[in-house]
């Protein structure tokens, strides 16, 4: 039996009790809504097989450890209190939510570990052996649109089967963004992570099939690696992603590899990522790996496994550039330079307009030093995260309504003009608009709703706009024309009956001169009425097409 359950704001610090409760009333394949509203706990939130968790919105729904917890392995019997910590194994290492249930949503909703304001979160207070905010061990678990944020561990700690996080945003995260153990088929995409202390997602133990794309990576001072490879995982592509400003603790860090690894397995390939100012681009990665169409900015190169058609430096090199600085979905193709044939088509960084995520103003702390480098804690203020904010165009008479990025670029199309009208141009918050007097053309998103319609006039006639088309107009000359072609008519045939007079008169003379002439005369003047009638008549067609149709 299912239900759908919904959980208003809770007083105190034991909210884990009334979603808990939400949960088990949900039944075998219920949904639990939880309303805005900030929910302290010193317990945790369990799963049920089927039970999705879905917040009324990511950044009104603030699930917060509270600072009254206790630290300790987490068991059953710590589920309303205690259990905040562990010994770094995923079985044991307590969190906010423990997802141990299969089939399982969760969506919508903040994750605060109070790291800094319940506890403290200085670099050597943070990484192992202390609470994470999302614990996964089942299988086919979906993570979508939540923000993790001032964790003292790690972020989400996984092992599973089938695992998706994607729309998410990692901030101030005491340990990895997202680590995995062990897990088949991880689809991390579309996230962005801030690294702080450690890696922002970690494939390691004995897994296949980590896929990493479309991500933004980024760090300040502090952090590491981006993309960290450890033990024997197999079937990993790193592709799509925009990794950027990635030095860590003493610059030594990079965007893919991480120091000291030495990682196996098979069917690795890093493909069509942009690495900006790393301190390297690839390294520490399995002799086996294959890296290719990577573009590498003022960053260390590729080390390790085999390279081909990477881009290493600009000089030489054109760039076309789709979106902007701040958009999610800005990506790079080669226009010339000596491997542009090879980057025929490619796209290289973050092409799927799909991610588009909007990010709350403001952003906290993105960089402090790595816990495993042991280095001491010099600076707590890293970049906050930049807003990746949609807006809508609406675009009136024509297509390309929809909401796009800031700085990105929308086609739109004027729908086919009304009879007897041709397109002008647009009209509405047309600032933002390549070319207002074209019918197709494409819009540079602001950072605002704007509206756009398509304004259309009438036919010119030879250039003129003098005869106006409208329907009040259109129905009398439809009128005049009609009228003077039925005229014509009754005309023509009149001429017609008089040439068979005429010719009558002319026959029956019987050698009267006076009456010939006058038969005679009849025919030649009626031949000459019906001429200048067809030539009326004609002018008579040639403007009902120029004004009717």
């Given at each position: 039996?299912?239900?759908?359950?919904?959980?208003?704001?809770?007083?105190?610090?034991?909210?884990?009790?009334?979603?808990?409760?939400?949960?088990?009333?949900?039944?075998?394949?219920?949904?639990?809504?939880?309303?805005n509203g900030t929910y302290e706990f010193v317990g945790h939130i369990v799963t049920r097989p089927g039970v999705n968790i879905v917040g009324?919105?990511?950044?009104?729904?603030?699930?917060?450890?509270?600072?009254?917890?206790?630290?300790?392995?987490?068991?059953?019997?710590?589920?309303?209190?205690?259990?905040?910590?562990?010994?770094?194994?995923?079985?044991?290492?307590?969190?906010?939510?423990?997802?141990?249930?299969?089939?399982?949503?969760?969506?919508?909703?903040?994750?605060?570990?109070?790291?800094?304001?319940?506890?403290?979160?200085?670099?050597?207070?943070?990484?192992?052996?202390?609470?994470?905010?999302?614990?996964?061990?089942?299988?086919?678990?979906?993570?979508?649109?939540?923000?993790?944020?001032?964790?003292?561990?790690?972020?989400?700690?996984?092992?599973?089967?089938?695992?998706?996080?994607?729309?998410?945003?990692?901030?101030?995260?005491?340990?990895?963004?997202?680590?995995?153990?062990?897990?088949?088929?991880?689809?991390?995409?579309?996230?962005?992570?801030a690294m702080r202390t450690n890696c922002g997602v970690r494939c390691s133990g004995s897994g296949s099939g980590c896929y990493v794309y479309n991500n933004e990576f980024y760090t300040g001072s502090g952090g590491a690696a981006a993309v960290e490879l450890q033990g024997t995982v197999s079937n990993v592509e790193v592709y799509h992603n925009y990794f950027h400003d990635i030095s860590g603790a003493g610059g030594l860090y990079g965007a893919i590899g991480y120091p000291g690894q030495s990682p196996t397995g098979s069917g690795h390939e890093y493909y069509d990522n942009l690495i900006v100012n790393c301190t390297y681009a690839i390294k520490y990665v399995p002799s086996s790996a294959v890296s290719h169409h990577n573009i590498i900015i003022n960053s260390g190169g590729v080390e390790g496994g085999s390279s081909n058609n990477n881009i290493t430096t600009e000089s030489g090199y054109a760039f076309d550039k789709f979106g902007s600085n701040g958009a999610r979905n800005t990506y790079w193709t080669v226009s010339s330079g000596?491997?542009?044939?090879?980057?025929?088509?490619?796209?290289?960084?973050?092409?799927?307009?799909?991610?588009?995520?909007?990010?709350?103003?403001?952003?906290?702390?993105?960089?402090?030093?790595?816990?495993?480098?042991?280095?001491?804690d010099t600076e707590d203020d890293g970049p906050s995260i930049p807003t990746y904010a949609s807006f809508a165009l609406t675009v009136v008479s024509g297509t390309g309504s929809g909401t796009y990025v800031v700085g990105s670029s929308a086609n739109i199309n004027a729908a086919t003009a009304p009879e007897g009208q041709v397109f002008s141009r647009r009209s509405g918050d047309t600032a933002y608009v390549s070319n207002i007097a074209s019918s197709s053309t494409?819009?540079?998103?602001?950072?605002?709703?704007?509206?756009?319609?398509?304004?259309?006039?009438?036919?010119?006639?030879?250039?003129?706009?003098?005869?106006?088309?409208?329907?009040?107009?259109?129905?009398?000359?439809?009128?005049?024309?009609?009228?003077?072609?039925?005229?014509?008519?009754?005309?023509?045939?009149?001429?017609?009956?008089?040439?068979?007079?005429?010719?009558?008169?002319?026959?029956?003379?019987?050698?009267?001169?006076?009456?010939?002439?006058?038969?005679?005369?009849?025919?030649?003047?009626?031949?000459?009425?019906?001429?200048?009638?067809?030539?009326?008549?004609?002018?008579?067609?040639?403007?009902?097409?120029?004004?009717?149709?």
């Open positions: 039996m299912a239900a759908d359950v919904t959980v208003s704001p809770v007083t105190g610090e034991n909210a884990q009790i009334a979603i808990n409760n939400a949960i088990a009333a949900a039944g075998s394949s219920g949904t639990v809504t939880i309303l009324e919105s990511r950044d009104g729904v603030i699930l917060k450890i509270s600072q009254n917890a206790e630290l300790g392995s987490y068991s059953s019997s710590t589920i309303n209190s205690g259990g905040w910590g562990g010994n770094d194994d995923a079985a044991t290492d307590g969190a906010i939510i423990m997802a141990w249930s299969n089939n399982v949503t969760i969506s919508n909703l903040t994750l605060d570990g109070s790291c800094g304001d319940g506890f403290p979160c200085a670099a050597d207070d943070r990484g192992h052996a202390e609470y994470n905010l999302m614990n996964i061990r089942a299988d086919n678990v979906v993570v979508d649109n939540v923000r993790f944020t001032r964790g003292k561990s790690d972020g989400i700690i996984a092992r599973g089967n089938n695992i998706e996080v994607s729309n998410c945003v990692f901030n101030m995260i005491g340990h990895d963004g997202c680590n995995t153990y062990g897990v088949n088929n991880l689809r991390f995409h579309n996230n962005i992570v000596s491997l542009a044939a090879a980057f025929s088509g490619i796209k290289v960084g973050i092409d799927d307009s799909s991610g588009a995520i909007n990010l709350p103003d403001g952003g906290g702390d993105a960089g402090d030093e790595d816990d495993e480098e042991g280095d001491e494409t819009v540079n998103m602001p950072n605002k709703d704007i509206s756009l319609t398509a304004v259309y006039k009438d036919k010119p006639f030879y250039g003129s706009s003098v005869f106006s088309n409208n329907s009040q107009a259109s129905d009398f000359t439809q009128l005049v024309i009609g009228l003077l072609k039925w005229v014509l008519s009754v005309a023509g045939a009149f001429g017609f009956i008089l040439i068979v007079i005429g010719g009558v008169i002319y026959i029956s003379s019987a050698g009267d001169d006076q009456k010939a002439l006058k038969g005679k005369r009849i025919v030649m003047q009626s031949l000459m009425g019906i001429a200048i009638l067809l030539i009326a008549y004609s002018v008579a067609v040639i403007m009902e097409n120029i004004f009717l149709r």
